[in-house]
């Protein structure tokens, strides 16, 4: 394998350079992993020595994703600037290692709301203000000024622009966004902009043939719009087939080259392999000019690794996983991350078993009695216990029940935003004896209210009135075993996403972590979760799968490293792409 990067004279050549833009469209239907090609097309790009950003276009009107419920698009992935986005731009932050901000997610109505201000301020100086060109304007100029945006912990501008387009081509809403993108591509010159395609190739059961008209329509769409397509990413459960290669190179007025296979795979970490062993980057240097030279070194070491790795794993671990959400598993999309980085490193395949927290609740044996013993019996059999975060009442009893078995049992417990103040109402009840202990969010009368509105916060209206973003937490003991996981650091710096907290008699502080039981039964307020990396796991969800593997005793007496055979031989290093990559390290124990 070979390794694509620029020499000092190649580096100055692109610096002089205009941005390049890749915008990632798909077709015949959404949901068929246009997010996984769009990062893996810029962790490949990156490994190339470029920096690089991103973008996700959602055409829907909501201003951001902070009200939808999870079975509407998944998680609400929170930036460090408190964002509430879609739950692709963690994608992005975990394959390239880089954050992001809030208007790297652009929506419909973002963009109405630009233009509507801008009316009303009269900067348009009377004209009627009109889809085109007011509304493609602005979507044209935000692009062009977020992708200027550094991204990277160096400070520098971004070389590459990827930008996915939600949904499918052909969708009303998101007509405004294609012929902003038709005009865009003249604005900045052929040279500076490609479009990468993603389309399904359905495989019917019934005769095992690989179906090309699917395909064949959707580019067709996607050329009557003004944008034709110079990759066409094919989306599949087997590799294609030559002819069926050919036939799509043929119908749709591309070379065989520019049809790109991406079957299913083990892990989504193939996916970056896969793209490069196509002659992706070969491509981009002839077809935009890259400056990126060929020589022989090791390409995405990483990323080979961790794939080959994952398939060869044989000691296995199981979270029981209490929530709210169970019925769709990008509820907890960055949750599955955090804790598959976590049982990659210590070199453990994971089980998680998904538990609707009502069915554990008294009230569901009499009413769903099968459901009711299954769910218990998921949890007894699990090898820890993580309570993720969540808002509403119902089935918070459920999760309460789940916390009290685990500390009971002294299983390995981890609450995170709401499952630690549901940690904090369990230890009232059932330790101090307080048994109407509650959230006000739940019980506002209650003589004990452990967990309390937030006083900043904002009753009557829902969006972005929450603690948000990138918050500091101060380890008031030297002690905490959650300390010596993050290196023994007196602070970390984590994502929040909150309206309520724990109660704590005093206004200088706020409540942010606990950390009990020998070191098994241990919560945060914050989200960890969205700051884990594949090579750079979340210490709590480290810690808890530590825990869960019976590891815990064998890493502490090793003063907090693990076995040779549980680290990365490759390098992961910092977000810059020019930085030199060292083996992955987890937190020594003073």
């Known amino acids: 394998m070979f390794i694509y990067n620029m020499c000092p004279s190649a580096k100055s050549r692109l610096k002089s350079q205009n941005l390049i833009y890749i915008l990632v469209t798909g077709g015949v239907i959404s949901g068929i992993g246009k997010g996984i090609i769009a990062s893996s097309v810029g962790t490949i790009l990156k490994s190339c020595g470029l920096h ?42 975990r394959f390239l290692d880089i954050r992001l901000t809030r208007d790297n997610n652009l929506t419909t109505g973002k963009i109405y709301q630009s233009v509507i201000n801008k009316e009303r301020r009269g900067d348009y100086l009377g004209k009627t203000v009109q889809v085109v060109p007011h509304i493609t304007d602005a979507i044209q100029e935000w692009v062009m000024r977020q992708a200027k945006v550094s991204v990277d912990d160096d400070g520098i501008e971004p070389e590459v622009c990827v930008i996915e387009l939600g949904g499918t081509v052909g969708d009303i809403e998101s007509m405004p966004f294609i012929e902003a993108f038709r005009q865009f591509q003249f604005k900045v010159k052929r040279e500076n902009f490609c479009n990468i395609h993603v389309s399904l190739v359905p495989q019917p059961n019934s005769t095992g043939e690989q179906k090309t008209k699917p395909t064949q329509n959707s580019v067709r769409e996607l050329r009557g719009l003004g944008l034709s397509p110079d990759l066409i990413v094919c989306r599949c459960s087997t590799p294609l087939d030559t002819a069926v290669k050919e036939k799509i190179s043929m119908f749709c007025h591309v070379e065989p080259e520019q049809v790109i296979c991406i079957h299913d795979v083990s892990s989504i970490y193939r996916v970056p392999l896969l793209l490069e062993d196509q002659g992706i980057v070969d491509y981009f240097c002839r077809r935009l000019d890259l400056p990126i030279e060929m020589r022989p070194r090791k390409m995405l070491t990483k990323w080979k690794e961790i794939s080959d790795r994952s398939d060869r794993l ?78 509403g009442v119902r089935g918070t009893e459920g999760k309460i029940q789940a916390i009290n078995w685990a500390r009971r049992q002294k299983k390995p417990f981890l609450g995170v935003c709401l499952g630690m103040q549901l940690a904090v109402c369990e230890f009232a009840r059932n330790v101090l004896g307080w048994e109407d202990a509650n959230s006000t969010e739940f019980d506002p009368e ?76 241990r919560g945060m307020q914050y989200h960890p979760e969205f700051t884990s990396r594949p090579i750079k796991p979340s210490p709590p969800y480290f810690g808890l799968l530590l825990a869960a593997s019976g590891k815990l005793q064998n890493y502490l007496q090793k003063g907090c490293r693990l076995s040779p055979r549980d680290t990365y031989s490759d390098r992961s290093g910092s977000s810059s792409p020019d930085s030199e990559i060292s083996e992955i390290k987890f937190p020594s124990l003073s």
Request: hydrophobic residues 40%; charged residues 25%.
């Open 52 to 93: 690089v950003t991103a973008i996700k276009i959602d055409p829907y009107i909501n201003i951001d994703a902070g009200t939808f419920s999870p079975y509407e698009h998944g998680e609400v992935f929170v930036l460090d600037d408190g964002g509430e986005v879609d739950l692709d731009l963690g994608n992005y932050e």
């Open 314 to 391: 044989l000691e296995q671990t199981s979270i029981a996983l209490v929530g709210k959400y169970t019925k769709l598993s990008d509820s907890y999309a960055s949750v599955i991350k955090a804790l598959e980085h976590s049982a990659l490193a210590i070199n453990y395949k994971l089980e998680v078993k998904y538990i609707d927290s009502a069915d554990l609740e008294p009230a569901a044996l009499q009413e769903e009695p099968v459901k009711y013993h299954e769910a218990w019996q998921k949890l007894c059999s699990a090898d820890g216990v993580l309570v993720p975060g969540g808002f």
């Open 446 to 521: 209650t003589k004990h209210p452990v967990v309390i509105e937030m006083p900043e916060h904002n009753p009557g209206q829902m969006g972005g009135t929450m603690r948000l973003g990138k918050r500091r937490t101060l380890f008031k003991s030297t002690s905490s075993f959650l300390r010596k996981l993050y290196g023994d650091a007196e602070y970390v710096d984590e994502r929040h996403r909150h309206r309520f907290e724990v109660r704590f008699f005093c206004v200088f502080f706020r409540i942010e972590v606990f950390d009990l039981w020998v070191r098994t039964w």
